[in-house]
């Protein structure tokens, strides 16, 4: 039953969709892999801005996504990277019962985006637990084509790209957020009844990369079925430095090769797939990276993740980087990764988090805004990417 239930909320948006013909999408990827805005190519630095769907989804009134997005124009930052989903499931509440209100609301921050000319790279399951939790299956059921999450996906990413097949401001769809560091371990995804979850969780809670290589391929059909050109990617993160050893007998040792994490990043690409995801933080270079102990760069992390793209087709996202705060060794970080990107040719990236605003806590030391200590690396990105456009 509730496999069937949500497919009645896709013809209901697809009423209210532009009845227009499609626009041409904005961004593509080339046959050979080559990202392309407008049909030429294309490289740039952009944000996060992960929270402006749910401050306006937490408290209808609040349209500060229209600054958020204002802001970002006025400095010349060309895209963003969005939920736009909610993160709990107790959230999805309005999108199941008011579709109608759910939509306007997002329609707000798509429509603010193209006002401001900023694009948009449209995250539509954040949370790799809401979307099973919501259907009432445990999160495994990911790796099930037939299940009642897969359903739910398929119809929630039906009726997003649908009603927003014809905005300028969307780039690319992806998934959701670090599926793949989930996969194929211990730990399991959090309890918080009151906001959706269930009481306790199982073993089958936990998922595996095969059951994500089955998401990943649904959700890439799903777009397919209506947008033909618009990139699409995952949203995964950096494979774990033992990605391949989980992947194949759950232990953590030895350490992956580079070819291994190479071959990794291909393999949890899948086609319809066509950008490779990555996200690059300043622990992946703490520690040792590489079997048998061998610590890596932020520069020799990222060519290695360009090459894995380049040698299947794929234009690279680095779809979040960052490091805390703003002392001498946040600005060093910021500084090597951006010129990381820069010498590496990277596609897209994305530094996490820009005018975060849902409250004190965990994204004090992350968020950057136009006037905190942290916007130097708003000018860092300016002038990165006035290099990349004066570039070869």
């Known amino acids: 039953m ?34 392309l805005l407008h049909g030429k190519p294309y490289r740039a630095i952009g944000v996060n801005a992960v929270d402006v769907f749910w401050r306006t989804l937490a408290s209808p009134a609040d349209t500060s996504y229209e600054t958020t997005f204002e802001a970002l124009a006025r400095r010349h930052i060309p895209f963003a990277r969005i939920a736009a989903c909610p993160y709990w499931p107790k959230d999805y509440d309005l999108y199941k019962h008011d579709p109608e209100q759910y939509f306007a609301l997002l329609d707000g921050v798509i429509r603010s985006a193209e006002k401001n000319g900023v694009g948009l790279v ?46 300028p401001a969307v780039w690319i769809w992806e998934l959701g957020n670090e599926f793949s560091l989930a996969a194929d371990i211990e730990p399991l995804p959090p309890v918080v009844a009151t906001l959706g979850t269930p009481g306790e969780r199982t073993n089958a809670d936990r998922v595996t990369t095969a059951d994500l290589l089955i998401a990943w391929t649904e959700f890439g059909k799903a777009v397919r079925e209506l947008d033909t050109a618009r990139p699409i990617t995952t949203g995964n993160s950096l494979p774990r430095p033992p990605s391949e050893q989980l992947r194949r007998d759950r232990t953590w040792s030895p350490l992956d090769s580079r070819d291994k994490m190479s071959a990794n990043l291909v393999l949890v690409t899948p086609s319809p797939m066509n950008m490779m995801s990555v996200h690059l933080y300043p622990d992946d270079i703490k520690t040792a990276r590489f079997a048998p102990d061998s610590h890596s760069t932020y520069a020799e992390l990222t060519s290695l993740c360009s090459e894995a793209a380049v040698s299947s087709k794929r234009a690279l996202f680095v779809g979040e980087f960052g490091a805390p705060g703003s002392d001498a060794t946040a600005r060093e970080a910021i500084a090597a990764m951006i010129s990381a990107f820069v010498e590496s040719k990277v596609a897209l990236a994305a530094v996490w988090n820009f005018d975060w605003r849902l409250g004190p806590g965990s994204q004090d030391e992350w968020t950057i805004t136009e006037t905190n200590e942290r916007r130097f690396i708003l000018d860092a990105i300016e002038k990165a990417n006035v290099a990349i456009t004066n570039s070869p």
């Open 122 to 167: 449209l995250s539509l399951n954040w949370a790799h637990f809401a979307v099973p939790d919501v259907a009432g299956e445990p999160v495994s059921a990911w790796g099930k084509t037939e299940s009642a999450t897969i359903a739910f996906m398929r119809a929630y990413t039906k009726a997003i790209v649908s009603r927003y097949l014809d905005s």
């Open 2 to 35: 509730l496999a069937d239930s949500w497919r009645f909320l896709v013809p209901l948006v697809l009423a209210v969709a532009s009845a227009g013909a499609w626009a041409q999408a904005p961004m593509t990827v080339g046959a050979d892999g080559l990202l």
